[in-house]
């Protein structure tokens, strides 16, 4: 008798710590995206950064140094849809920031939504929400699994860094340009929380922006960086030159007025200036479900795309958000502790060298003329084709026929499309080019081809994909950009660091879209409906 009771005791204790063990979850998950961001970043500052900042996720978490965008074009709207929902711009629908909607005979706007109304801001800022998106995300399916009793916040300066990771079930804010106050939209809540609003009126953007942007050390010792004084980057507004000081004040009225911000390094420390009044006026990681903060860090890209990957300007901006995370994950410990929060870091994409850099150091380079391209090809069609509105739209290195006009006139689509991709092809800076109807004919599991696959949905992409050179880009003269399948676009970080997670590192191939899988496997959720990546096992493990 005493051996049974023994026995059905041992049962019991045993039960109870397994059904323990299955309902532990972290109080709170915060993602983080550095838009622009690529994984070189990570050891090319490594000298200059602090021990807590990114040092920290580094040696502490769990770092893939081989992950990739799996999908062309790598744009941020697209980049932080991917990371959300665990899936490529073929499923969840955000195929660029902006693209050519054959429906509606348009360009739209990936986190545009006519039917919502601004809530704080400006009006024209406020017309946005996760409608577009056609997938659920990481953070829906969390809020799917607690009944909703979890919450769930986007925030960044840009409204699709924030609306999009949100999914369709959190809160979003974003800084409205015009104002310098964070908004929102009334598809996620009818007013601002009287937090926000007292938030705002501290007016801290104008209080950043009252100040020099000096290099946090002498110019002289930024060694990973080209001269600070040079032709290939994009000077402000009202100033010659792109050497340091900035007086900021002085710039701001030709240079967007308050939104200038985002174009500063200032930018970054405000988004984590309203990521602390969010964690405490939410109380975030507070409740009996786990809660989610998606954070988007805006400036590094704008600061990219000015000043290029190789700036005094970038690596400045680094050294400093390096310093503001440091900040940040001291507060975390403060508040939550180590072991109670689950962190990851990424980037929405990477970037391309300045054109105007690369010729100068003879590395193959160049602008590739799209106007002219345009010129030619409409010549072309109507000297082919006979007089007509052939092509209803090029942008996004796609174009978009007049399928219309093509079936009235009884011609064959696949033939002209065939067609219009061999003339592309003649341009100099055209790698490749590739049909509608091939990617939607054929299975590709490699190269460009399957990036290119990845990134077209079959009703919203165009007839004619382009494909440049390596580090070409289109229309090129100062500053840069991305949007390419090349490594130094999709080669970004991922680090994950906090509950669960082991310190370690692997040099192994994946993929953007195998966060969310990731996550779901952690907190014991069901994985995002459209999610084609899988779970990281050394993460796991």
Same mark, same amino acid.
């Given at each position: !008798? ?46 200059? &950064?602090?021990? @807590? ?32 929902? @665990? ?156 050497? &340091? ?104 994409? @990477? ?6 850099? !690369? ?8 602008? &590739? ?7 030619? $090809?409409?010549? &072309? ?60 004919? !054929? ?8 990036? $290119? ?8 992409? @165009? ?59 952690? $907190? ?18």
């Amino acid at each position: !008798m005493r051996k049974s009771l023994s026995v059905v005791l041992l049962l019991f204790i045993n039960s109870t710590l397994l059904f323990a063990q299955q309902q532990e979850k972290p109080k709170l998950v915060i993602g983080i995206v550095v838009d622009q961001m690529r994984q070189e970043y990570l050891f090319k500052y490594y000298d200059r &950064f602090v021990d @807590g900042g990114f040092k920290r996720l580094m040696q502490e978490g769990y770092m893939m140094k081989n992950a990739h965008y799996n999908y062309i074009p790598t744009y941020t709207g697209p980049g932080h849809s991917s990371i959300y929902t @665990g899936t490529t711009p073929a499923n969840h629908g955000i195929i660029a920031n902006n693209w050519y909607s054959k429906k509606l005979g348009k360009t739209i706007y990936c986190a545009s939504d006519s039917t919502v109304s601004a809530v704080g801001g400006t009006e024209e800022n406020g017309k946005i929400s996760p409608r577009n998106l056609l997938t659920t995300t990481i953070t829906d399916e969390l809020m799917l699994s607690t009944n909703k009793s979890s919450k769930v916040v986007g925030i960044a300066i840009k409204d699709r860094g924030a609306a999009l990771p949100a999914g369709h079930m959190g809160q979003a804010y974003w800084l409205d340009k015009e104002t310098g106050e964070f908004m929102t939209s009334n598809y996620y809540r009818e007013k601002l929380p009287e937090w926000l609003i007292q938030f705002n009126q501290q007016k801290l953007p104008s209080k950043y922006l009252s100040k020099q942007w000096e290099t946090l050390f002498p110019v002289a010792t930024y060694r990973q960086s080209i001269s600070d004084i040079n032709d290939f980057e994009a000077p402000f507004n009202g100033k010659e030159t792109t050497d &340091f000081p900035y007086n900021l004040s002085e710039l701001q009225d030709k240079n967007g007025g308050i939104g200038l911000i985002a174009a500063t390094p200032f930018g970054n420390t405000l988004t984590l200036d309203m990521t602390y009044a969010t964690l405490e006026g939410e109380n975030l990681g507070n409740g009996e479900s786990t809660d989610f903060l998606a954070l988007s860090f805006s400036s590094t890209d704008y600061v990219g795309h000015r000043f290029g990957p190789s700036s005094v300007e970038l690596e400045d901006t680094y050294l400093r958000l390096d310093r503001d995370l440091e900040k940040f994950f001291t507060y975390l410990d403060e508040n939550y502790g180590k072991d109670n929060y689950l962190l990851f870091l990424t980037a929405d994409h @990477g970037v391309a060298d300045i054109v105007g850099y !690369m010729e100068s150091e003879n590395i193959p380079s160049g602008s &590739f003329n799209s106007r002219f391209a345009q010129t030619q $090809l409409k010549g &072309f069609v109507q000297n082919h084709y006979g007089e007509g509105n052939w092509i209803l739209n090029i942008s996004n290195e796609q174009i978009f026929l007049n399928r219309p006009l093509i079936r009235e006139k009884e011609m064959d689509l696949k033939k002209i499309q065939r067609e219009v991709a061999d003339f592309v092809l003649r341009f100099e800076g055209v790698k490749e080019t590739y049909t509608a109807s091939e990617m939607k004919k !054929m299975e590709y599991t490699f190269g460009r081809k399957h990036l $290119l696959q990845m990134g077209f949905n079959h009703k919203s992409s @165009g007839d004619i994909l382009i494909a440049l050179e390596p580090a070409w880009l289109s229309n090129s003269y100062r500053g840069t950009s991305h949007g390419s399948g090349y490594t130094y676009d999709t080669h970004v970080p991922i680090l994950f660091y906090g509950w669960k997670v082991k310190n370690g590192h692997s040099a192994r191939y994946c993929t953007i879209t195998d966060i969310a899988p990731t996550l779901s496997m952690l $907190l014991n959720i069901r994985l995002p409906n459209g999610a084609t990546g899988q779970p990281i096992l050394e993460v796991l493990d």
